[in-house]
């Protein structure tokens, strides 16, 4: 069934095609049809070694950037559509190709890897109080863990999860930390906004009776 | 994985059904346990991931199910100083923050024994637990921020990605013909080479040596050409010692240096100490 919807949507593509290509010209390129423009898009997903951003593929194929949003959008929508092993999505500023959660044992099973080591719960906590307060001071840290962290925030450091973002001009001039492009990767964030709002928490902390 | 389950199976060991509220402050293994060891007085402690004043308070309150906005403060403190005590019988380290909170703690509770001046400012007639309370919702607020992390990772890890494709950055292809082999089986015997001359190095004689060698020349051949002396040399640093060890032989009176013209070969000779005399009397004039 998903097999004949794909042969009707790519006749459809492709009339869409035959339709718009002649005289279309834009800026002198011979004009990419949605469905090649799809293609290539995906391909470069498929080859990139990280997060490629909709920007830099408009770049490489030099078409407008909204062209992309809506190609991309429509392979989303697609890779969903017949439950595909793999998933498009939009993860640290960037789109990339990945498997779906679910299948993890499988995967793991054929890989042959075990889950990699967790933070400990002192390394996350000091993670989500920067990635909430960034930039962030460690004395900072401290009022809202209320209680040191040197080697929490060392670990994060050493797993490139925050990167220090310069000093703030106050006594002593402490070193301030922000997350890292790798903390939405590994966090599966398209970019800080996504995080939930830190408010949104006052709830659960508050409800205790 | 396994903190996690850990949590779970003694969650119902607590005995009193655990609220709702206590089990959003549940991140991995964070919780620590007591529990009271069938009749006798002893305790049976789990000290969890838990590791902050802020934590031991948060989990204190859970435990006396009280509200946070109304925390019996006297009751409180008391159960956090016992769990210090605790602490501190079990060997551990209790950190220094531990004891700052219970002086806050102590100090928060003895201004709420004392009756409110009816006349003081608007701000001091706040609750004096009001900070408190504060600071540990805002703890806790991070908490669940944490769990939260927590668990986007813990799905994040069950995704995948495909692995690195080959490219010239990560696996230069080698394009190379039968002469490119050649010279570089050639670099690498030359580097062979240099090794071997490296070792000989190592094996250089010292300063004692070189002297003895010196005197020995001289003794027996009554007369040396420093020339002769400096070309058993092998190396540069031997040449150093080599030259040293006459300076040395010199400074004593050992030998002495004989130039018999101008530009001539300098013959060194066993000194006598009226020949050494003499030479130093030279030197002066």
């Given amino acids: 069934m998903s097999k004949a919807a794909k042969a009707t949507n790519v006749e459809a593509q492709s009339e869409v095609e035959l339709q718009s290509s002649p005289g279309d010209e834009i800026e002198g390129h011979r004009e990419i049809g949605d469905a090649e423009l799809k293609a290539i898009a995906e391909a470069m997903i498929f080859v990139a070694d990280e997060p490629v951003s909709a920007r830099t593929i408009a770049d490489v194929i030099k078409v407008d950037r909204e062209i992309i949003d809506k190609v991309l959008a429509d392979l989303v929508t697609e890779y969903d559509s017949r439950n595909s092993g793999l998933q498009l999505r939009e993860i640290a500023a960037g789109w990339q190709i990945a498997t779906r959660p679910e299948h993890h044992e499988q995967i793991r099973a054929y890989l042959k890897s075990r889950p990699s080591a967790k933070l400990s719960l002192a390394s996350l906590e000091t993670l989500a109080v920067i990635a909430y307060k960034q930039p962030v001071t460690v004395p900072e840290i401290l009022e809202i863990r209320g209680v040191q962290s040197p080697s929490a925030i060392k670990t994060l450091l050493d797993k490139r999860l925050i990167i220090a973002k310069g000093r703030k001009e106050t006594v002593g001039r402490p070193m301030m930390y922000g997350t890292s492009k790798e903390f939405l990767i590994q966090f599966g964030l398209k970019d800080l906004t996504e995080l939930p709002s830190i408010e949104d928490f006052q709830d659960l902390a508050g409800g205790g009776e | ?285």
Avoid: C
């Avoid at chain 2, 991931?49 to 802020?54: A, N, T, Y």
């Avoid at chain 2, 990560?170 to 394009?175: A, D, G, I, S, T």
């Fill in chain 2, 1 to 285: 994985m396994e903190d996690n389950s850990q949590t779970e199976t003694a969650t119902p060991a607590l005995g009193e059904a655990p609220t709702e509220a206590s089990q959003t402050i549940r991140v991995a293994n964070s919780r620590p346990e007591i529990t009271p060891d069938g009749d006798t007085d002893q305790l049976k402690i789990t000290l969890g991931d838990f590791e902050g004043p802020l934590d031991l308070l948060l989990y204190l309150i859970r435990q006396e199910q009280v509200n946070i906005y109304d925390i019996p403060i006297a009751r409180i403190t008391d159960e956090y100083l016992r769990y210090l005590n605790l602490m501190q019988e079990l060997d551990l380290t209790v950190a220094g923050d531990f004891l700052v909170m219970a002086a806050q703690l102590i100090e928060v509770k003895s201004r709420m024994l004392l009756p409110r001046d009816p006349l003081a400012e608007e701000e001091e007639m706040l609750d004096p637990r009001a900070e408190l309370v504060n600071r540990l919702l805002e703890h806790e607020k991070f908490k669940a921020a944490a769990e939260m992390l927590w668990s986007r990772a813990t799905v994040e890890r069950a995704v995948f990605t495909r692995a690195e494709i080959e490219t010239d950055k990560n696996n230069p292809e080698v394009v190379v013909g039968l002469f490119d082999l050649l010279r570089v089986f050639q670099e690498i015997l030359a580097r062979h080479k240099e090794e071997i001359l490296l070792e000989i190095e190592r094996e250089e004689i010292s300063m004692a040596e070189m002297i003895d060698r010196l005197r020995n020349m001289v003794r027996s051949a009554g007369e040396v050409n420093l020339m002769t002396f400096f070309g058993r040399a092998k190396s540069r640093r031997e040449l150093v010692v080599a030259f040293l060890s006459v300076l040395e032989l010199v400074r004593m009176s050992e030998i002495s240096l004989v130039q018999s013209e101008t530009f001539g070969a300098i013959m060194a000779r066993t000194a006598s100490p009226v020949e050494a005399s003499e030479m130093s009397a030279e030197s002066t004039q």
